[in-house]
Each structure stands twice: as C-alpha cells, then as structure tokens.
C-alpha cells in the first residue's frame, strides 16, 4: 500500500557562522593580505583533483523530497552576485568502519553506500534550512547532507569547489519521498 506522502515546512534560519557551524563554516570577506586562519574555509580535497567551476541552475523551487551527501571531499557553495538562496542540511551521518560492530543499537539503520562507506540515513526531524544573503559562501563540511542550492528567481549562477569527479564516485543521495513520504517546504 503507498503512504500518503506529508509535506513538512522548515522555517529557512539566516547562515551564520555560529547557526551553521555543526555543518560546515560562513566564509564573508577579509582583508587583503590577511594570514590564513580559522575564519577561512578549512578544506579537504585531499581525495582527488579540486574542480573550481560556475554552474548555472534554473527552477530550483523552496521546496526538496531528495538530499545528498560527499563522504571524502568538503565543498563550497556560492551566488555569483550575493542573490538570495537556500540550502537545506542535515548533520554528517558516515559511520566509520571501526565503528561497525555487532552490537551496536543502530546496526539495523546502517546503510552500505555504492560509493562504499556506510552512513545512518538522515531523519526528517534533523533536517535544517539555512537562507544566505549577500557575498558569502558556504563550505560543506565532509559529509554533510544537502538539498540544494534552491531559490526563488528563474535561474541563478553558483560557483562550486569540490573534486572533478565528486558527482561520479562520491555521492550518496537519500529520498526523502520513498523511504519516509515526506516532501519538505521552505518557509521563509
């Protein structure tokens, strides 16, 4: 029998270095010639070949049914311009193989990924919604779940850093719809 499926609406929360920090980090402006430090983007692309590129989205509506994560690689996330966006989040969930044993309690909710970790699907009362504004990035910690970007205009332009072939070997995406019948909106 199919379950009805339950819209549910997140209230978006402005993204600032403290609201986002159990997901990755706010990158604003510094200063020219300013020492590296831990205001900038701590990054992991240790994995592979960093990829740098601008891409463009259109119809990326407020609202998601679908959320992915990168067990091996941070990312950035940013508008070309400062427009606004959202980004919808859940906390890292990857377990570690020295974690595996057999008698954990969550040993039944532990998922082999076909990019090869395992990793506790995301629940729908930890997903969070974060709206950035002005010229900011985010850097996705590694592993953090994310729907998006998402916005309200027709079309928008987002660089991204991550590696070149994160989308190939390193994506792991949970559907929201079919294993929990939950359609999320963005309440702004």
Known sequence: MKRQKAVVTVKAIEATSDSFKE?????????????FGPQDAQLDLSSGT???????LKERPLKFSKITHHSSVTQ?????????WYLGVSK????EPKDL????????IIVQSHCGHSYIPPAVED??????????FLKLNR??????????ADNMDFYNLEL????????TTHSFIKENAVVFSIDE
């Open 23 to 35: 997901y990755g980090q706010v990158i604003q402006a510094s200063s020219d010639g300013e020492e």
């Open 50 to 56: 960093p990829r740098f590129y601008i891409m463009h």
């Open 76 to 84: 950035c996330l940013g508008s070309i311009g400062g427009h606004v």
């Open 92 to 95: 890292p969930s990857t377990v």
């Open 101 to 108: 044993t057999g008698d954990m309690p969550t040993a039944g």
């Open 127 to 136: 997903v969070r919604v974060f709206r950035i504004t002005g010229s900011k």
């Open 143 to 152: 592993g953090t779940w994310h729907a998006g970007p998402l916005f309200k």
């Open 164 to 171: 070149s072939n994160t989308n190939e070997v390193d994506i």
